[in-house]
C-alpha cells in the first residue's frame, strides 16, 4: 500500500494570480483587452490630480463648490471621473472648527477615480484601527497637528460613499490661480491627513 505525501505549495501570489488568469482565458472569461484596459485605467487614469483639479476648482467656483458639497457625484462626472469605486461621491468640507479625515476600517475602499489607489499605509490593519479611536494623534504622528479648538472627524468609507475631504483654502493663496492651487493637493490633503500649505 502506498501513501502519497501532500506537497507544499511553493508558487508566489503573482504566479497564481498568473495561472488563474490563463486558465480564465483559456475558458474565453476575459475579453479580450480587458486586463490592458483596466491596468491603463489603474496606472494612468485613476490619479490624485484629478481630485487636485476638483479641489481647486471649488476654492475658486462658487457654484461648483455647493454643486461639490450637494452631489459630488455630479461634480467629479463634469470632469469624466466616474465608474468603478467612483460611485456616490461625498464632499467632506473642511472648516476652521473642524477636520475630515476618511478611511476603510474594513478593508481600503476609497473614491479611486478621484483619489488613485490607496497608499499602503492607508491599506495597514494599524492606520485603519487606530484612527476611528485616536484619529487626533495618528494625525499628529502623519505631521498634521491641530489645535485643541478643532474638531477631528473619522468619516468611514462603505459601498454606499466614497468620500473626498475638500480642505480649507489656505492662507497666503489669494494670488494663486486655479492651476497653481492644484498643486497644492496632495492624495494626503485628499484623504484628509495633510493640509494645504502654499510654499
Keep these: 500500500m502506498s501513501t502519497s505525501v501532500p506537497t507544499t505549495d511553493t508558487s508566489t501570489p503573482g504566479q497564481r494570480a498568473r495561472a488563474l488568469l490563463k486558465v480564465m482565458q483559456d475558458k474565453g472569461m476575459v475579453p479580450d483587452g480587458y486586463i ?3 491596468t491603463d485605467l489603474m496606472e494612468n487614469q485613476w490619479d490624485p490630480a484629478n481630485g487636485a483639479r476638483v479641489v481647486a476648482r471649488a476654492w475658486v467656483d462658487d457654484d ?5 458639497l450637494e452631489d459630488g457625484t455630479a461634480a467629479c462626472a463634469e470632469y469624466g471621473y466616474t465608474g468603478p469605486q467612483g460611485e456616490y ?33 492607508y491599506k495597514s490593519f494599524e492606520f485603519r484601527a487606530r ?5 487626533r494623534t495618528v494625525l499628529r504622528e502623519l505631521g ?5 479648538s478643532v474638531q477631528v472627524c473619522v468619516w468611514d468609507t462603505s459601498a454606499e460613499s466614497r468620500y473626498l475631504v475638500l480642505p480649507q483654502r489656505p492662507a497666503g493663496s489669494e494670488h494663486l490661480d ?14 484628509g491627513v495633510a493640509l494645504p500649505v502654499v510654499r
Excluded: F, H, M
Excluded at 498634521?144 to 485643541?148: A, R
Design 36 to 38: 490592458e484596459q483596466l
Design 64 to 68: 461648483y463648490r455647493r454643486l461639490l
Design 89 to 121: 461621491i461625498v464632499a467632506l468640507e473642511d472648516t476652521p472648527t473642524v477636520k475630515n479625515v476618511i478611511v476603510c476600517s474594513l478593508c481600503s475602499c476609497t473614491n479611486w477615480p478621484v483619489l488613485g489607489l490607496p497608499p499602503e499605509w
Design 131 to 135: 484612527l476611528v479611536r485616536e484619529g
Design 144 to 148: 498634521t497637528e491641530l489645535p485643541p
Design 178 to 191: 486655479e492651476e497653481a492651487l492644484r498643486r497644492l493637493v496632495t492624495k494626503d490633503v485628499l484623504i
